[in-house]
């Protein structure tokens, strides 16, 4: 008889479904994620790293999971060295997989690397839970075990991006033009956007002295949680705009940005965590299909006067972007680098890399 692991939301709520995975008690914030495809991508993703996230999606594992094949020293088929989220809700597991790429089920994934999961849940009804009332403090009890075996927490009261950052630099030689990235949750496609670009990337840790490094550029990664955390990377990034190094922001990194020049932030309800999110740009009015992960987001109102709003969420008017009006130093909310079916927002990097010239 397969056990039961059962999903307790702080507001007193429960849903109870069969574990697979790693059989193991966890706390964190529960998130949705409505994603159709690419759980390998999503689970490596830092940016999930203290969340215990929901995929609306109804059948999860179908196509297994893909080997650990390398390109520039990167893994080909997941956005970092490991999963980092706490815990997987779904609503359907199919033990059995079947994709040319698939060396092992997601099961066997999931506890190879110490992470529980709970199907047969209505993940519907939690999804629209959680869009009533937003995120969610929650916790994943296996069967037999009391409620009180731990306590709920709210990961955002840590600063998750020196968590998940590497903590020394490494190097991925490839051309004459250098920028450094600075790792708050990097996903492999951000540095592989790069490498294909014939540019050579410094990946340096979150709390880095990244100004004083000799560069052409400063990225600023996505990562997790509140960007206000993210102290010292906020003081580095004064520095550089101070210096007039182009800078590129991406999500989390998007909002330090931000945070550095003077603007602020706030935390969304339920975030943007799907890969059909439309953006509008500024003054074009033309709009792109963005895959995105955050719950955090740039407050336009407080954008100084050298800076412009550059994308907003059709959805529901959220900043997706700021912009200087004279110097090289820009952000996008959304992820640039991700291939939801279009991958026409690559331009951004091109736009950076023009601007290292």
């Not at 706490?86 to 092992?104: M, N, P, R, T």
């Not at 959680?130 to 840590?158: C, V």
């Not at 708050?184 to 496609?189: D, L, P, Q, Y």
Request: charged share 20%; net charge negative; proline share 5%.
């Amino acid at each position: 008889m397969k056990a039961s692991g059962t999903l307790y939301l702080n507001d007193g709520s429960s849903f109870t479904g069969t574990l697979f995975g790693k059989a193991k008690n966890i706390n964190g914030e529960v998130v949705f994620n409505t994603g159709m495809v690419g759980y390998p991508e999503t689970l490596t993703d830092p940016s999930y790293k203290g969340q215990i996230l929901v995929m609306t999606y109804p059948l999860i594992g179908n196509y297994g999971v893909p080997g650990s094949e390398r390109e520039n020293g990167l893994l080909k088929y997941f956005e970092s060295e490991k999963i980092h989220l706490q815990g997987l809700i779904i609503s359907d597991y199919s033990a059995e997989y079947s994709h040319w790429s698939a060396v092992k089920s997601l099961h066997q994934w999931l506890e190879e690397e110490d992470i529980p999961a709970i199907y047969g849940v209505d993940t519907r009804m939690i999804t629209r839970k959680l869009r009533e009332y937003g995120s969610m403090q929650g916790k994943i009890i296996i069967d037999g075990e009391s409620q009180e075996a731990i306590p709920f927490d709210d990961p955002n009261q840590r600063n998750l991006a020196s968590e998940v950052s590497i903590k020394e630099p490494i190097l991925f030689s490839k051309g004459n033009q250098k920028v450094v990235i600075v790792d708050c949750g990097a996903k492999n496609n951000i540095l592989q956007a790069f490498l294909r670009r014939n540019i050579t990337v410094l990946l340096v840790p979150s709390d880095y002295n990244f100004a004083d490094e000799k560069c052409d550029g400063i990225v600023i990664s996505n990562g997790p949680g509140d960007p206000k955390k993210c102290t010292s990377t906020i003081r580095q990034t004064q520095e550089v705009i101070k210096k007039g190094m182009p800078i590129l922001g991406i999500c989390l990194g998007c909002q330090i940005l931000a945070l550095a020049s003077g603007a602020d932030t706030y935390k969304l309800k339920y975030g943007h965590r799907s890969h059909n999110q439309p953006v509008n740009e500024a003054g074009t009015k033309r709009c792109y299909i963005t895959s995105q992960n955050h719950g955090y987001a740039i407050d336009s109102q407080t954008l100084h006067e050298d800076w412009r709003e550059w994308f907003t969420n059709d959805n529901d008017g959220t900043n997706e972007g700021i912009i200087h009006i004279s110097k090289p130093f820009f952000g996008a909310q959304f992820h640039p680098e991700a291939s939801p079916g279009p991958d026409d927002t690559e331009f951004i990097f091109d736009m950076f890399v023009r601007g290292l010239k």
